[in-house]
């Protein structure tokens, strides 16, 4: 809510309400899939014919100013309508994890924070803080992107919605061409243990247990530019010096030295009264993966990690999408916003892994969507599209060489302000 917009914007928010603000987001999705879950079989994902409907998100959130230059935000998600898993490390019985609840969802606390609004150019947060790294994370409610899910170019590698504590300065400095917007955090970094085959370092976000390890914080930085009417365009870069020293055990990969994890992104968005555009791009690197690898493949059973080896040391993924309102175009009655879109996505968690590991090409995905979002109202969607996944490719076009996975998907999404006063 407060907190997911760049901080220009965010500034200019504060002053749509006088003392408190009530308001939600949520989604509903169904698909139609004919590939099968296991991707991981000599031909890819079998041919299966498989539907599915879910709630991916509830999410409920609020803002209140304790005064015009302090105030409180706060945002709770109900993920797939479900309670989650608590997990324990039992310090007094051999570090041993224990799990005690375990259901298909969870119910997360997204954002909790305190802002004091100084000047523009200068304000400061501290809290639990949705981190602005990649496009979608900072702009994450379902009205901002195209389609029934969020672009796979920016939540297979890195977390997504990805919230850490911490602190941080932000603020807007410039003006005319020359209009910037800038966040600096420090916050937790993310956990070594987390990490994967799969998902590179998407796992690796904290949050298992009561408390989360701060000895090696995570450094955040972004930079937008807002110097053309509907056009932002920014970077983000995120360091963390030894991911492994915030793992569950600190013994874990001590005698290993520093695992070091750098991630760098750039994204863009156009909008005008007819288009909206979008692009995305996100790099990584992670140091040490020999003893990422050696360490992950031997972690507990109990534990609540994959275990999937071998982890990357470079990641990859990007994407681009357009869309145009025919709606206002042709002034369709009934249709206030009617968006056709299209959109490409490339991933690869592991674009580059270390000897004597090699990469697994079933990894490595591209993606064409095309689909349209109908806005009944302003903050109310209908979404539908058709997606393709070729694996075992870097071809914008043509077939992998594994099984494509296609699917229909169909959804429902809002985002408002109920209550202000």
Not at 88 to 109: F, P, Q, R
Request: net charge neutral.
């Amino acid at each position: 809510m407060l907190a997911i917009s760049a901080s220009g914007q965010e500034l200019a928010d504060t002053a749509g309400y006088g003392r408190f603000r009530f308001g939600s987001y949520g989604e509903i999705v169904a698909s139609f899939k004919d590939y099968g879950i296991n991707r991981f079989q000599k031909e890819g994902s079998t041919k299966d014919h498989r539907n599915t409907i879910a709630i991916p998100r509830f999410t409920l959130g609020f803002d209140y100013k304790f005064t015009p230059k302090w105030i409180l935000g706060a945002e709770i998600e109900f993920e797939a309508g479900g309670t989650g898993t608590a997990v324990e490390l039992e310090g007094n019985e051999n570090g041993e994890y224990e799990t005690e609840i375990e259901k298909g969802g969870e119910v997360a606390l997204e954002q909790l924070h305190i802002t004091r609004l100084i000047v523009p150019g200068l304000n400061m947060r501290a809290g639990h803080m949705v981190i602005p790294v990649g496009l979608t994370n900072a702009h994450h409610e379902p009205i901002n992107f195209f389609g029934t899910t969020r672009p796979e170019s920016q939540t297979v590698m890195i977390p997504s919605t990805w919230h850490e504590t911490g602190i941080e300065l932000f603020g807007t400095f410039g003006r005319g061409h020359a209009l910037f917007d800038y966040q600096l955090m420090v916050v937790a970094g993310l956990n070594a243990n987390g990490f994967d085959r799969d998902t590179w370092v998407a796992s690796g976000k904290q949050g298992f247990f009561e408390n989360d390890n701060f000895t090696s914080p995570g450094y955040v930085a972004r930079l937008d530019w807002r110097g053309v009417k509907g056009l932002r365009t920014g970077v983000s870069f995120y360091y963390c010096r030894d991911t492994g020293s915030n793992s569950d055990k600190s013994e874990t990969y001590a005698s290993f030295g520093r695992i070091p994890l750098q991630i760098v992104t750039w994204d863009a968005q156009y909008r005008n009264s007819y288009l909206t555009a979008r692009a995305d791009l996100t790099y990584g690197h992670l140091g040490n993966t020999a003893a990422v690898n050696q360490r992950n493949g031997r972690l507990p059973g109990a534990s609540p990690y994959s275990r999937l080896t071998p982890v990357a040391k470079n990641a990859l993924s990007y994407g681009a999408e357009i869309g145009f309102d025919l709606g206002r175009t042709f002034s369709i009655t009934g249709c206030p916003m009617l968006m056709p879109f299209c959109r490409y996505d490339y991933s690869n968690p592991q674009k580059s892994v270390a000897k004597p590991y090699a990469a697994d090409n079933r990894l490595e995905v591209s993606k064409w969507t095309v689909g349209a979002d109908w806005f009944p109202l302003p903050n109310l969607v209908v979404k539908a599209d058709w997606s393709t996944r070729q694996v075992g490719t870097s071809k914008v076009f043509g077939k992998g060489s594994y099984n494509s996975e296609n699917e229909f998907s169909l959804g429902i999404a809002y985002i408002g302000w109920f209550f202000r006063k």
